[in-house]
């Protein structure tokens, strides 16, 4: 399985971006049993994990970016999204998709750039 991230760009402060990720060559009931997550890695700082989303939906997400951001799957299409809204200049790294119980490997990332 390779996840492949998708919808970063450059954006100002205060503006949205829309994150993809897709699971290619996932089985659709394994995918849909899988407990997914977005993490963030900023420059010159480790990755961090932002919002989560299990099998069943629940979600969960990092202080810096409640009320902000959104984590949504559609097991149909084997993907997972990240909605962010009222971006900051610290919101500005690579944004990866992964699996949390480890089983697939990390895909490329997606930059986002926020500017100030």
């Known amino acids: 399985v390779r996840l492949v991230e998708s919808g970063g760009g450059l954006v100002q402060a205060g503006g949205s971006l829309r994150l993809s990720c897709l699971a290619s060559?996932?089985?659709?009931?394994?995918?849909?049993?899988?407990?997914m997550a977005w993490y963030h890695q900023a420059p010159g700082k480790q990755r961090e994990l932002v919002a989560a989303?299990?099998?069943?939906?629940?979600?969960d997400y990092a202080d810096s970016v409640k009320g902000r951001f959104t984590i949504s799957r559609l097991n149909s299409k084997r993907m997972v999204y990240l909605q962010m809204n009222s971006l900051k200049p610290e919101d500005t790294g690579v944004y990866y998709c992964?699996?949390?119980?480890?089983?697939?490997?990390w895909g490329q990332g997606t930059q986002v750039t926020v500017s100030s």
């Open positions: 992964y699996r949390q119980d480890n089983r697939w490997s």
């Open positions: 060559g996932s089985i659709l009931s394994d995918f849909g049993g899988s407990d």
């Open positions: 989303i299990t099998s069943g939906g629940s979600t």
